[in-house]
């Protein structure tokens, strides 16, 4: 229970044309505006929120001392139903989350004195309140994908859909693309990756013997930035969170005080270290070293892949039997190159991409193609920072159209999907509205609410 202090006696003060009732006693500390079943909300949390969301550059559409209550009113809603299906959220996710948000923050501000002063609070404070507003959040999360877990859409959904909107609500469907893709790796000189794990052998021993604390080293050498900046500290993570290898190594381990062997993954070689184990989850530190591609072996993979796109163009073999015999795309390599695109967790993979949903480098590429052409090779940067060589090939061009049953199912399956679980989420919340006491306080009613119809069961 969130100790405050309650007060009486108000003013008035306007905000864009709506009158609302506010503290203006000097010794006020705080003042409920709602009430919900039998948790309040106070002015201070809707302050909160608005200058957090003003951090963020949110601009409301409407304003936002009607906006901010309602939703933490909602929040409420599904809070008191997490309680009766008891559901939770780890602590360790929670706190992955507040130490991403807090990183955020203090690099959006500058400084952690600057973060203080904007926040007209002590940075530990800040984390406290960031810890409750995350697991709000996850909690909020969980249960919400509870309902919407309900609704399963059938393809007879989605024709009922197109067949009761009428042409003018017809979705649209952007210019599109279908991209096939070999990628070549450059070859890494053995004593590239010998100089880097001297490297961290050299670490190893430097930690071991005492001479210098692993945190330290992983600041100094760590080619991961994120973790490298907290001292290499990866925080909490279950097995299924990080890469295969590094896992086998890191939940194997059960002496803090020593190093891992070298660990090779996609991203480089590391050396770890365990800081503690809960449960089925570990914290710990790594230090991330990247054996640099010389330019002669870039050079060498281009020339390859050239020779490749030459092959291929001439009728020497096709782009499909190259992907087998050539590529190192392993997410590809068994569909005959063709990229999967998935716009949203959870949905459907599509092969079908908008230009702004490729990567960057094959975008630039396709850009100038025609359908059928083979690119060029070039070299690409993939997520995990691997650089890679590549060619494409533009296999379809979609011009923008409004969506067919026969040529753009997935899409408006997607489209159903969202609007069926939105629909689903609306009525849970209107049924809770019906059987949940609300009460608002005078000044903070004078709204036109996204769900009409609180405090009146």
Not at 134 to 160: A, L, Y
Not at 386 to 397: F, G, M, P, T
């Amino acid at each position: 229970m969130k100790l405050r202090h309650i007060v009486l006696g108000t003013a008035v003060a306007a905000f864009e044309g709506v009158s609302f009732t506010l503290s203006a006693q000097n010794n006020v500390i705080d003042e409920v505006v709602w009430v919900v079943g039998d948790e309040a909300i106070y002015k201070s949390e809707v302050e909160d929120a608005r200058q957090e969301a003003s951090m963020n550059g949110v601009h409301w559409d409407g304003d936002p001392y009607c906006i901010i209550p309602e939703q933490l009113a909602v929040n409420k809603l599904f809070l008191n139903q997490a309680e009766l299906d008891s559901i939770t959220v780890s602590p360790d996710d929670v706190n992955d989350q507040v130490e991403y948000r807090y990183n955020f923050y203090e690099s959006r501000m500058g400084s952690r004195e600057k973060l203080e002063e904007y926040w007209k609070m002590s940075a530990e404070l800040f984390r406290l309140k960031l810890y409750e507003t995350c697991e709000t959040e996850m909690i909020v999360s969980k249960v919400r994908d509870k309902i919407m877990e309900r609704v399963k859409v059938t393809p007879g959904d989605v024709r009922r859909y197109m067949r009761d909107i009428s042409p003018d609500e017809i979705p649209y469907v952007p210019n599109q693309v279908e991209v096939q893709i070999i990628t070549m790796d450059p070859v890494i000189p053995q004593e590239e990756i010998d100089a880097v794990k001297s490297d961290l052998r050299q670490y190893t021993e430097r930690i071991t013997s005492g001479e210098v604390p692993f945190s330290t080293l992983a600041i100094l050498y760590s080619e991961d930035p994120e973790s490298a900046k907290n001292g290499g500290d990866c925080g909490f993570v279950g097995r299924g969170e990080i890469v295969p290898e590094f896992a086998a190594v890191a939940f194997n381990l059960t002496d803090p005080e020593k190093v891992s062997k070298i660990v090779e993954t996609e991203y480089g070689f590391h050396i770890i270290q365990l800081i503690e184990r809960l449960g089925d989850r570990v914290r710990v530190r790594h230090i991330l070293r990247k054996p640099r591609i010389p330019m002669s072996s870039i050079d060498e993979c281009l020339s390859r892949l050239d020779t490749v796109a030459q092959n291929i163009r001439s009728g020497k073999y096709t782009f499909e039997s190259a992907v087998t015999s050539f590529s190192s795309d392993k997410d590809t390599r068994n569909n005959n190159g063709l990229m999967a695109n998935q716009p949203e967790p959870g949905m459907p993979k599509t092969s079908k991409y908008e230009m702004q949903q490729l990567p960057p480098d094959v975008a630039k590429v396709i850009d100038r193609m025609h359908v059928g052409e083979v690119s060029d090779p070039f070299t690409m940067q993939l997520r995990n920072g691997k650089v890679v060589c590549a060619i494409v090939k533009l296999k379809n061009k979609i011009t923008g159209h409004k969506a067919t049953m026969a040529d753009d199912y997935e899409e408006l399956h997607r489209i159903v999907s969202e609007i069926r679980r939105e629909e689903a989420i609306e009525k849970w919340i209107r049924e809770k509205q019906r059987t949940t006491y609300v009460k608002i306080s005078e000044g903070w009613n004078d709204c036109e609410f996204m769900y009409p119809g609180w405090g009146k069961q």
